[in-house]
């Protein structure tokens, strides 16, 4: 999971093509446009989140995501 977490552009794709997939075969969605609209969107809102904290020891860059319950620090 940590691999995934740091990677978001992996995890992007990866959700994006599953969802557009799941889409057009389980739900016969056939419109090309609204089905990558609709993935992208649900990928973006699973994706890891980055953001910069301020801490004693310096910058870091902590990544949240929804899968993980810990936050995961990068030193910067």
């Known amino acids: ?3 995934l977490a740091k ?6 794709f990866i959700l994006i093509f599953s969802i557009s997939l799941l889409l057009e075969y389980l739900f016969q ?9 609709l993935a992208a969107s649900l990928a ?3 994706s890891p ?4 904290i ?3 020891t310096g910058k870091k ?3 949240t995501w929804i899968f993980l319950k810990k936050p995961i620090f990068l030193d910067s």
């Open 1 to 3: 999971m940590n691999y």
């Open 7 to 12: 990677r978001p552009f992996i995890v992007l």
């Open 29 to 37: 969605l056939e419109n090309g446009v609204l089905r990558a609209a």
């Open 44 to 46: 973006v809102l699973l």
């Open 49 to 52: 989140r980055k953001k910069r």
């Open 54 to 56: 301020q801490t004693q």
């Open 61 to 63: 860059t902590q990544i």
